[in-house]
């Protein structure tokens, strides 16, 4: 997959998909914690849950991880959450240039939380 072709695909995809950051500890949540998981991808709700208590070094290649699974779910029909995966995702973060663009992608879609501010409020205008 080239990273125009990942890129546009995501521009395309992402305006579908709710963002909300949670406690991980929480019932619905734990199984996914105690298993080292950071995020999860709920494709029939369109939502993505990441866990508000991420370490911030584990942030990037997360959100790199997510967004991958959303773009070979979609163009692939295949739900992916596999060492392929995630190798992936730690070798898109291993560029600057490449983090630089997830960051763009994720400010677009109101997906980058900031200190002090609502998270989730360009997000919140988008949902019906």
């Known amino acids: 997959m080239g990273l125009e072709e990942m890129i546009s695909a995501l521009e395309a995809i992402l305006p579908g998909f709710s963002v909300h950051y949670v406690d991980f500890t929480e019932e619905g949540f734990l199984p996914y914690r105690l298993r080292g998981i950071g995020a999860v991808v709920r494709f029939d709700e369109r939502e993505i849950y990441l866990d508000r208590d991420l370490p911030p070094a584990e942030e990037e290649v997360t959100w790199a991880h997510e967004l991958l699974s959303i773009y070979y779910f979609l163009s692939e029909g295949v739900i992916r959450h596999d060492e ?7 070798e898109l973060v291993k560029s600057e240039e490449l983090r630089e663009l997830l960051r763009r992608l994720r400010e677009k879609f109101g997906f980058f939380p900031s200190l002090g501010s609502d998270r989730m409020a360009k997000n919140a205008k988008r949902r019906p």
């Not at 392929?84 to 730690?90: D, L, N, R, S």
């Open 84 to 90: 392929e995966v995630e190798a992936e995702a730690k």
